[in-house]
């Protein structure tokens, strides 16, 4: 999950949340979102491989 931060780069979140803390886990700052989608797409190689 990406999102748009007030600074104006892109965060990545994990898709599951937390059941502790009932936020989600950051997976990453990018200064832009083709760079998080690209982080994004590796994750779930590595997850799977």
Known sequence: MI???ASGKYRLYSR???PRTG???NLG???TKKAAQ???RE???F???
């Open 43 to 45: 994750i779930q190689y």
């Open 29 to 31: 700052t990018f200064s």
């Open 23 to 25: 936020k989600r886990r």
């Open 3 to 5: 999102r748009k931060l």
């Open 16 to 18: 599951k949340r937390n």
């Open 38 to 40: 690209q982080h994004e």
């Open 47 to 49: 997850k799977r491989h």
